[in-house]
């Protein structure tokens, strides 16, 4: 049960900052069904290859278990919808308090609940890029599953070969690929991101482990830069020691009492 001297607290500080930078990690949509990596019923437990290389380190060494791995992500994001604690970061966003999200997550769920300033640091699973020319198509989350749908009920095994026949085409004539970043590749949004981070005061660091890089280095860079840094999790992550405050539960819960919070100080 969290303290509420500490949900006061956050929104003190939150309504006396200039600049708020968001910062997510899978752990924010974990109550809106969607398996974070790293806990205990994350992907890594059972795949503990992909803890090092990723989804594509699995498919090398077990290409067999293409079509479990792929439809148990996908059948997480199928039927998802955002949860409190994305309607909060909306509201917060419209009541002129968070001015941008930096995000880990591809699963569209803050957009989805009304943020309009997200900084996708590692795509979104909902969009493609053509491997050739420099387009980009979003699909709607029907024609995403109708697509995937169609390629998993015939996948038996994975190589690159089976599947780049088998992706969407390009108005070029090229493939495209899923617009999201794998292991090793470059993260997006890296020059906004690190704009976003060098002029906020005050960061809002939720839902992750703090562990995987470059994103971590944002809250680092923060600090350093003097911003003060509030996190909420409902276990301490790599980053917590850094932190001014940290409010120890789902954001889903705590969220929402930060904003009513707010909301009856502004009363
Ligand atoms: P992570 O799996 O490493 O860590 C998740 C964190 O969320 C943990 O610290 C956990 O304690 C916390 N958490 C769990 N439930 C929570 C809740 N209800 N409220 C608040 N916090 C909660 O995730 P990460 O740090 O984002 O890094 C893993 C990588 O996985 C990222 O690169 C991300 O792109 C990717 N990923 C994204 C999604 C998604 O888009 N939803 C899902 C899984 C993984
Ligand atoms: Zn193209």
Redesign the pocket.
Same mark, same amino acid.
């Given at each position: 049960m969290i303290e509420s001297d500490k949900v006061v607290e956050a929104s003190r500080i939150i309504c006396s900052s200039n600049w708020m930078l968001g910062f997510t /990690? #899978?752990?924010?949509? #974990?109550?809106s069904g969607?398996? @974070?990596?790293? $806990?205990l019923d994350?992907l890594w437990n059972r795949y503990p290859e992909g803890a090092s290389g990723g989804i594509m380190g699995i498919l090398r060494r077990h290409p067999e278990t293409a079509h479990e791995l792929f439809s148990g992500m996908l059948n997480s994001i199928r039927n998802a919808t955002p949860n409190p /604690?994305h309607h909060a970061l909306s509201e917060l966003e419209r009541m002129g308090y968070l001015k941008s999200i930096i995000t880990? !997550?591809? $699963?569209n769920l803050h957009q989805d609940a009304g943020s309009s300033k997200v900084l996708e640091l590692?795509g979104n699973a909902f969009r493609f890029r053509c491997l050739e020319c420099t387009r980009k198509k979003h699909f709607s989350r029907d024609g995403l599953f109708y697509l995937v749908d169609d390629i998993l009920s015939k996948m038996d095994h994975f190589s690159i070969e089976w599947i780049i026949p088998r992706l969407p085409s390009c108005k070029c004539g090229e493939p495209m690929r899923p617009d999201v970043v794998g292991f090793g590749e470059p993260v997006h949004n890296l020059e906004k991101a690190s704009e976003a981070t060098s002029r906020c005061d005050l960061m809002l660091i939720?839902? @992750?482990?703090?562990?995987?890089y470059p #994103?971590a280095m944002f809250p680092v860079l923060a600090k350093r830069n003097g911003a003060k840094l509030i996190e909420? !999790?409902? &276990?301490e992550?790599a980053l917590t020691s850094k932190c001014d405050l940290f409010l120890p539960g &789902? @954001?889903?819960e705590i969220l929402p009492m930060i904003v009513e919070n707010i909301k009856e100080m502004n009363r």
């Open positions: /990690g #899978a752990g924010v949509s #974990a109550e969607i398996s @974070t990596f790293r $806990d994350g /604690g880990q !997550n591809g $699963d590692h939720m839902g @992750t482990s703090g562990v995987v #994103a909420i !999790n409902p &276990k992550s &789902k @954001t889903g």
